[in-house]
């Protein structure tokens, strides 16, 4: 782990820069995946399932007796787990719900915002190394909440065109029907044209490895909406003298197991602190299963002393990171200063797995700096707002002019006479 | 105007059709003019502004005395009105700051959102025939509610190198203090970028052609994000036997005056009320100062029968309008089945020049069928949302098996770890 001592401001940018990605490359190959399931449909898709998945499937759907079935092979233990995950993911997200506050603006004319949810969304849960059914949870709940009146979930299918069957309960749990076995491009571009069985959505919602991430940026293109550019997965800890270093080594690592990309960065005022971490580090990372994933990661992991917690709350929020752990005496004092992250983890007692599973909060979250200007996934997401407005006879004679006015000096008379025609 | 009685629901699609754009040509072209942008910076901006809008520039920033000199020349008349407008625009944009509310998900363990400013942002005001000023008010008086740090204004000036008296008076009014004289994809590049005398910024604002669109577009691969993709404005209006022809005539104009591609569309149940609208259009079009590009507009239109107010508002739903006019008898119960539409206008007597200008409402909105997916700019655009936790050492020993099941179902040790090292 690279250590790094009180770095002058003007190199923050630098050791704070993520590893680039190539998009243009990705780019091209999505392009002409696209425009073969916009010819091709159903078949286009199964044919890239067959080379990148490995699997030729009879339908793309997933029955109702591969869900009933998925439910036998989960323990009893998980169901349990995941039925009180639901729950608190699902008051967190209804406590979201928006009021409708209509304002009087001039005598007359009442504004007001309502909001709708979003008609067609598609779920993407990845496949890969972990069953993510927790990502199942955190992308549906919302939606269901919402109202959204279809929501098609994709997921790639193993070798024998199955589904892990824990996605598959996860799923049932929170009324998802329509599971598609698609993964990677395919399941991108599918979403985004529509197939025969699988209907264009206007919402594309998950995480995903860079061509997923780069099928999403492209399908923008075609009038899909996306949650947020995805990308590795990220970390700060912020911490003094206060946090333990047995748990900020066990926080990191749980960030560095995601993956060889993934980023993890402890800022500290406490030199002490740093130094038995990275011990503790090595230590807890000898008995990982996921150690040689988790090592790629902390090898670019980076320590920083800083001398104050101002210091070091303004470096996090030059980082901007996906997830942030305040472990200081104050954090409720620091918490006020964060300007960019995606979900924040306070005090000594708040792992940042208790986000991504239980606590209620969502863990789909912008990365690569972009907290700067994305939220992460909470139930505005599956909703437009609309704006109304309603002036009666009275309030009109109260506003007009101000309309005439402006509308004459914009040059723009048939606005003007949208009013004058009414006043007369 | 073409009129089309009764269609069937499968041809609604290709009836309710815009045209089509073409994204990939102008592509290339921003990506060449964000290359040497991203090189040469404030140079390059210059060496485009001379290309494109025939100005050579001393210095890119408007300044101090430009905008003194700007209050000179705007009448009494239109300052008044603008401050009305202001108010009316802060107002509504004020009452949507959202109330935190902390929710306890399972003993110990409390979950909110906050809010937080978008630092830096870009907000941008095309030139061309109409000096849109109102669109200044729109996109400034929310980042200032807001709170954004940075509020860069970018605009093309004429070809004497002077950009519009009332866009600065406008801008003053609301404190914008960075305008810079560049349009086009130039501008976009610079607020990308960044330059030596514009910052780089995290979000793009404001409506555009079809240059500033896809370069808006092209930016999001760097890192940056935008409002929404814009597209030429629209309108629908749905209206029975109780709305006057007059005034929807003057409505459809109103929004044919924009742009030879815009697009208006009214869906009635009344073949009268068909009848006289086409009669008064011809007649309000003849006297019109912009009526030959309201013309083009006028010829693209349609004036659609159907059966039911049922079947008009479905049909709207469908087409996802921008703007939105519902003139009918009960028009509070056919807003409750608004799905998707960016602002609606309600009643005989709320023009939709009035959101243009001054009811509160912004105008910046999703066109092209992105109000399917989209909200139009409010106050939460120059947010995001970041979610915090705060678990007690009680809490984690509530949820912590949860957690541990999951993450261990995951196969994420070191997830599970992080709760296992802090409850042992």
Redesign the interface.
């Known amino acids: 782990m690279e250590k790094i001592f009180n770095p002058k401001k003007n190199t923050w940018i630098e050791i704070l820069k993520r590893p680039t990605k190539e998009?243009a490359e990705v780019e091209s190959t999505v392009t002409q995946i696209f425009s073969e399931i916009e010819q091709f449909g159903d078949k286009a898709v199964n044919n890239y399932t067959k080379k990148f998945d490995k699997a030729e499937l009879s339908d793309l759907l997933v029955s109702e007796k591969e869900i009933s079935d998925a439910s036998n092979l989960v323990?009893d233990?998980?169901k349990?787990?995941?039925k009180?995950?639901k729950?608190?993911i699902s008051?967190?997200h209804e406590?979201?719900k928006?009021v409708i506050?209509p304002?009087e603006?001039?005598s007359g004319?009442i504004?007001w915002?309502e909001t709708?949810a979003?008609?067609k969304v598609g779920l993407y849960i990845p496949g890969g190394?972990?069953?993510?059914?927790?990502s199942v949870l955190m992308l549906a709940i919302p939606a269901k909440i919402a109202g959204c009146e279809e929501i098609i979930l994709c997921t790639p299918p193993d070798s024998k065109g199955k589904i892990n069957p824990?996605i598959l309960y996860a799923a049932d749990l929170v009324g998802i029907t329509k599971i598609v076995k698609a993964g990677g491009i395919q399941a991108i571009g599918a979403l985004t044209f529509g197939t025969e069985s699988i209907a264009k959505v206007?919402?594309i919602f998950g995480p995903g490895n860079q061509f997923v991430t780069t099928a999403k940026?492209v399908a923008?293109?075609y009038?899909?909406?996306i949650d947020m550019?995805a990308g590795p997965s990220e970390m700060l800890v912020l911490a003094d003298s206060s946090a333990k270093a047995?748990?900020v080594a066990?926080?990191l690592?749980?960030q560095?197991?995601?993956g060889g990309d993934s980023q993890v960065i402890l800022v500290s005022t406490d030199k002490d602190l740093i130094a038995e971490t990275e011990k503790e580090v090595e230590k807890?990372l000898a008995v990982?299963?996921?150690r040689d994933i988790?090592q790629l990661a902390i090898d670019n992991s980076k320590l920083i002393y800083v001398e104050d917690v101002d210091t070091a709350i303004e470096l996090s929020n030059e980082y901007a990171p996906e997830h942030l752990i305040i472990a200081t005496e104050d954090f409720e004092k620091v918490?006020l200063k964060?300007?960019?992250?995606?979900?924040?983890?306070?005090?000594?007692?708040?792992?940042?797995?208790?986000?991504?599973?239980?606590?209620?909060?969502?863990h789909t979250l912008?990365t690569?700096?972009?907290?700067?200007?994305?939220?992460?996934v909470?139930l505005?997401a599956y909703?437009?707002?609309?704006?109304?407005?309603?002036?009666?006879?009275e309030?009109?004679k109260n506003?007009g002019?101000?309309?005439e006015?402006?509308?004459a000096?914009?040059?723009?008379?048939?606005?003007?006479?949208?009013?004058s025609?009414?006043l007369k």
Chains 1, 2 share one sequence.
């Open positions: 998009f323990s233990n998980l349990e787990a995941l009180v995950a729950a608190n008051k967190f406590s979201q928006v506050k304002i603006t001039t004319v504004c915002q709708r979003i008609e190394s972990a069953p993510l059914f927790s824990a206007d919402k940026q923008t293109k009038g899909v909406s550019p047995s748990f066990s926080d690592l749980s560095a197991e995601h807890q990982l299963s996921r988790a918490a964060v300007k960019n992250a995606g979900s924040v983890f306070l005090g000594n007692y708040t792992p940042e797995s208790a986000g991504d599973y239980a606590s209620g909060t969502n912008p690569n700096g972009y907290t700067k200007s994305y939220s992460g909470n505005n909703y437009k707002t609309i704006t109304f407005q309603k002036i009666s006879k309030g009109l506003l002019s101000t309309i006015i402006m509308a000096a914009e040059g723009l008379d048939a606005h003007k006479n949208a009013v025609i009414r």
